[in-house]
């Protein structure tokens, strides 16, 4: 199953447009192609409408909004619904500043997202209008562990139902849920934290899967992130001596490039609740 | 000749003033150092004008452009052409939107252009008011390949008449041509597509090349093409197993950082029409 | 000592915000990820306050500015000193342009700095309101070098005591001063010189050391220098046949990324004038 979700999108290779920001953009189009999809970068409110209108999904991320990649956010969004485009939103550092947090829950309700992908404390914050969010990463008291999966997984399932879409909620165990079902993964590395934009990056790699497998969405959602894991692990096993998170970085690229279905579909590590 | 051509850069070590997407521009000033020459970044426009003037090249690529850049390109562009500086246009995703294709048409128009730099599809849109240009990669149906090869030269040759300019259409044959000549360009591997930004990298060096080769324009812009291809070539002969696009992109700057007169004047591959 | 002040860092984890440049942003968040502190990025003037209350150090970096950028600089600065945070400027190309200049001096003249980074020709830009800055690289004429060392601590000291914050001069010899004391580094390699963003890199690491190490701060500041130019001898020697500057890069990252305090205490190359 996850493995035919990646073979289309290396099969169909979709256009995918991003609104993400400056930090980690390279690194988010450079995974894009890795999985056979095609990226395309364009924020200005004069120019969004008529890329999104070409490609077959679209990425929103919130790091480094300003006022101008605001409205190029509304903007393509609204044209991406229109079209029936598959759309996701990264809620960067919602519940860090107001204006983060008000943006996402302002996005949420003004377009249909096929997918939101955050950590907890991101996503607490989208659901209940307030977070402990420190930065960019999730606060260790919200941290999705063994002990606290079950409470998780109802949050993830409620979250998803009320929302109506496909909840991803990634940490020590990934949730991705669409209300009814919840796949928990246990991909990936606890290192994968030491590098910039692995979420960023997961989220426009799940932009392309969802495009790609729109009759499958929850699945294609799901695969991502056990591809994202699974490449963190690859690449941990090739790590040299002396390496470290720039190398992770590159060698976790290198990992989903070189990843065919078998290797996922024998790889992915999840329970469905 | 060619080998000429790196040297003058590396031996005059040109500043390079670049207007460039956020996307790659990392790379474009990873590549001119490489090459031997000096980037500097800068949009704003009440800051280009100063910068572009104690530079030697300005390099203009419309990939992420804005309303604030935009102003910034034809500021710095009028300086650069009043100072008799080297001018490079890279279109991205002329044909893909109205900002896109207008901005670059816009462009063409009011500045005057050493080399305009882009693949078929981006620079058929300059030519013919329309393009079919699919994100920002070139439609499979305008693709330069052996079979299209007599026309795709013929276009190239009228294209640089027409405007004034050295065309520099890159596909799986690239071609370089001031009107005149035309050269014909073998280098490179598929690969190269695999990684985000090698036309915006190619792009930044070509300025680097024609800034330091102002007799001898076409030839420099010809040798950034094949030392770019050629770069390629190493990089693809130094993958490791495991090795992705994340890899090769590090690889191929690393070859241009290697690169000497002799190594570029002997992998040349090209034919003059 | 400078051992004690890089464990601080792995041990505190300090978030520092930084309104950087989109050149070399990521490997800013990648180095301090690194050594271990935690990056975030914001330069929304409506975002930055809140943004910049969750850290604990702020790093304003004028490489690529405009006018947006520009008014969060002056808001997350006053409230970074409102807060007590450490606060770090890097005065990218104070000199090559008016618009850096002035906006240099504006934020000296308006914000309490505890540290400006700088090469010695941005940094006499500073004190002499002119400079002769080309592009983003030191002017010869200007360069420390053994033989210029004691006008150099003379004027690294006069310019902290005038200023009233710490000087970090980088160059072949790199000089550390609070006006009372100067550190004379001797770590590093001329290819540093070869990357982009390598000084960047060390303002974002040196506002991490110094939020860590508050009672600390001249010696904090030191220890990243040491840090800096010691992962870069690290990184050449595990350069491979073949590699460049962008492997270099990597290597360097992943050099502060392995650093312990014994290494950085062993391998520091200082005195103190």
Do not use: W
């Amino acid at each position: 199953m996850f493995g035919n979700c990646m073979m289309n999108v290396r099969e169909k290779t979709p256009l995918v447009h991003n609104i993400t920001n400056y930090v980690t953009v390279n690194d988010v189009a450079n995974i894009l192609l890795a999985c056979g999809a095609s990226p395309i970068m364009s924020d200005e409110p004069e120019d969004v409408v008529d890329i999104t209108s070409i490609c077959g999904g679209l990425y929103i991320n919130i790091g480094t909004l300003n006022k101008r990649s605001m409205e190029g956010m509304f903007l393509a969004g609204r044209k991406a619904n229109e079209l029936g485009h598959a759309l996701l939103l990264d809620p960067v550092g919602a519940g860090a500043s107001a204006l983060r947090t008000n943006t996402s829950r302002r996005l949420m309700e003004e377009l249909k997202f096929d997918v939101v992908r955050g950590n907890i404390s991101e996503v607490k914050t989208l659901a209940l209008g307030s977070g402990t969010t420190k930065g960019v990463d999730a606060d260790a008291a919200d941290a999705v562990t063994e002990e606290s999966l079950d409470g998780a997984v109802t949050f993830a399932k409620e979250f998803a139902k009320k929302m109506e879409c496909i909840a991803a909620i990634t940490g020590a165990v990934d949730l991705v849920s669409d209300g009814d079902r919840c796949y928990a993964i246990r991909n990936g590395r606890p290192e994968m934290g030491h590098i910039t934009g692995t979420g960023c990056q997961l989220s426009g790699m799940m932009t392309a899967f969802v495009t790609a497998n729109p009759g499958n969405k929850l699945e294609a959602a799901a695969a991502a992130v056990c591809a994202m894991g699974l490449a963190g692990e690859i690449a941990y096993g090739r790590m040299q001596k002396g390496d470290g998170n720039s190398a992770y970085r590159s060698r976790i690229i290198d990992a989903i490039y070189n990843m065919d279905a078998y290797t996922l579909e024998k790889g992915a590590k999840y329970e469905v609740f």
